[in-house]
């Protein structure tokens, strides 16, 4: 209850992870665990959640920023700055990126 767009796909992606499948709008209509699960699914595969290696495709919206030929091909990146009055456990802060790293397969 009370969710948005965002955390609906996230709730269907970790369905996918484990094997179900469900329609959007069913979350929507649906919104709680008891009255979604009925209309869940069997999905056709689970999606590996391993590291992935090797060379990747480029997608096409990454091929058509590459045939734009931009001057600065950094244009694109997004920084961020985190302050914290007290400071940030280093180790911490480096364990939490490699796993997210680790995570996303970008």
């Known amino acids: 209850l009370g969710g948005d767009s965002i955390k609906a796909l996230q709730v269907s992606s970790r369905l996918l992870q ?6 959007m709008r069913d ?3 649906h919104p709680t ?6 209309h869940l699914q069997t999905a056709g ?12 495709a480029l997608t096409p919206i990454q091929r058509w920023f590459f045939e734009q030929n931009p001057a600065d091909l ?24 490699k796993k997210i790293v680790e995570h996303h397969d970008a």
Request: charged content about 20%; glycine content about 6%.
């Open 27 to 29: 979350l929507f209509h």
């Open 33 to 38: 665990i008891a009255a979604l699960s009925p």
């Open 18 to 23: 484990t094997g179900y499948k469900m329609v």
């Open 45 to 56: 595969k689970i999606a590996s959640q391993e590291e992935v290696t090797g060379d990747v």
């Open 74 to 97: 950094h244009h694109s990146n997004q920084s961020f700055m985190q302050y914290r009055q007290q400071g940030f456990d280093e180790a911490a802060l480096r364990q939490t990126m």
